[in-house]
Each structure stands twice: as C-alpha cells, then as structure tokens.
C-alpha cells in the first residue's frame, strides 16, 4: 500500500475534501440547531476541533461569539481561507487558533463548549480523554453546558468487512472532476473501543491527472460520563442521537 498519512494532514486530500464531502449529506447539518441552543443568543461559545469552520460560521452567523480550535494546520487554513468570504460582522465574532483539545490554555471561559462531529474519538480514550474533559471544564464557566458528538460502540462494532476495490464514493467535483473514496482497510478491536480505517482518496481533474491520497482514521470509543465526572461535569439530559453513528452527549459543570 501507498504511504498512509493521518487523516486531516497537510497536504492530503480528507481536508481539501471535507466540506465537499459534508456538504453531500444533509443530515450533518442538523447538529448546528444543537449546539445554538447550549447557549443564550449572543453568547460566547468555544468549538474544539473547528476543522474548515463548518460550525464555527454557521454559529457566528446566527450572532454567537464562537472561538474555533483546531490541532491541524490544513483544516484551519480552510477556515481562514473562508473568513476573507463573509460578511464583516460574522467574520469579527469569530477567532480561530491553532491548538490540541487535550492541552488548550486559552486563560478565559465560555457560556458553552462544544467538540462536535466525533471529534473527540479520535484521541485515545484515556488519558487523552481525561486531559480533554479538564481542558473542557477549564474553559466553561459555572453552569454553562458542554457537548461531545461521539461515536456509537455498537455501530462500530457491526460496520461489515470491506471490499477494498469497490468505490464507497464516487463523485462529480465542482471543478469538473471526479472524487472516489475506498476503503482500503478497516480494523476493529473491541477491548480497546478502537476502530482503524485507512480511507484512499482519489481525484481526478479534467485533463484525467489522479491524485491518490491514502490516510488513516482511528475512532476510540468508551462511555464519556466518568471522564465527565472526574473534570466536574455532570450529565445534563439523555444522549441525544444525531446522525445514523452516533449522539450527542451533554454535561453541566457544577
Ligand atoms: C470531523 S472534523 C470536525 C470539523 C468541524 N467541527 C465540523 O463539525 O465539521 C474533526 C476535526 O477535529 C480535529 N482534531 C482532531 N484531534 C484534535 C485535537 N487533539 N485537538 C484539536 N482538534 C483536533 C481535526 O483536525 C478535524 O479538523
């Protein structure tokens, strides 16, 4: 197999891709109604592991301060890219930064917190987690809400074997090229809540160059609520499931 990069690293196409990608399922959208209603209208929100902004727009734009952060350099650059674009009143109440949820020293609170779309899983569900729940509570002010998109063990558990030479995408690019996606490889090991893919991207411009990009994804999956506790969260409500994979988990810092 070809070099196998981490997923969202510079220079690989699961970034240059992503908002194509999120934008052909209508059902990711739906978690913008979620995390505007942690807080009141106006408030001040951090978003850990805002990637390209997909949520970090679509907030500021419905008047929220938010704070976006992002440990890779290539999904923060999409975001930036995208600031230059919108109006200059959503653009002022936004601020993104360069940073590891799991190590964030930002020095201020937020009404809300919120790690959406699975991005905690994809630290290991251990210390990291310990470390990204503390980096949570640091940064909420008392009473304020906190949310964690996180996948579903079950479904990870029964995702079927893969048939590495079938397409699982094969789709027309805005720029009049074609984007397929394999999976190359998948691996599930249920003591470690740990799922291994290795996602091959393939596009292919109008003159017919490819450019094939192979990159790894790992989901780790464990029950969020005794992480939760140890920070001084407590559970707010039931999950709340968004998505076919998955649910939102909400905590209340006492
Ligand atoms: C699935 S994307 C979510 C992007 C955006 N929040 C959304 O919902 O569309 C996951 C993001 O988490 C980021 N990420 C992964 N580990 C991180 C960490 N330790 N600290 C900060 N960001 C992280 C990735 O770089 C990626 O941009």
Same mark, same amino acid.
């Given at each position: ?19 194509? /990608?999120?934008?052909? $399922?209508? @059902? !990711? +959208? *739906?978690? =913008? ?49 995208? /600031?230059?674009?919108? $109006?200059? @009143? !959503? +653009? *002022?109440? =936004? ?49 304020? /809400? ?109």
């Amino acid at each position: 197999m070809a070099h196998t990069r981490p997923y969202y690293a510079q220079g690989g196409l699961s970034a240059a891709y992503y908002d194509l /990608l999120t934008s052909l $399922d209508p @059902t !990711v +959208a *739906a978690d =913008i109604d979620v995390y505007a209603d942690l807080a009141a209208p106006g408030a001040d929100l951090l978003e850990l592991g805002a990637g390209s902004g997909r949520l970090t727009f679509a907030l500021a734009e419905r008047g929220f301060s938010v704070t976006g952060v992002d440990i890779a350099p290539a999904m923060l650059d999409l975001a930036r890219a995208r /600031l230059a674009t919108v $109006d200059a @009143t !959503v +653009a *002022a109440r =936004i601020t993104l930064k360069l940073g590891d949820l799991t190590a964030l020293h930002l020095g201020r609170t937020f009404d809300a917190v919120f790690c959406p779309f699975h991005t905690l899983a994809h630290v290991p569900a251990g210390q990291a987690w310990r470390n990204a729940f503390a980096t949570t509570a640091k940064h909420l002010r008392p009473g304020g /809400l906190a949310a964690f998109h996180l996948p579903s063990l079950d479904v990870m558990a029964a995702l079927p074997p893969v048939n590495p030479t079938i397409a699982v995408l094969d789709q027309a690019t805005p720029d009049g090229g074609r984007l397929q996606l394999f999976v190359r490889d998948r691996t599930f090991r249920p003591t470690q809540g740990r799922l291994d893919q290795v996602i091959e991207y393939r596009a292919t411009d109008l003159r017919g160059a490819t450019r094939i990009s192979a990159e790894r994804l790992v989901f780790y999956m464990t029950q969020p609520d005794p992480f939760a506790a140890a920070a001084g969260l407590v559970a707010d409500r039931p999950p709340a499931p968004m998505g076919e994979a998955g649910a939102i988990h909400i905590f209340r810092k006492t």
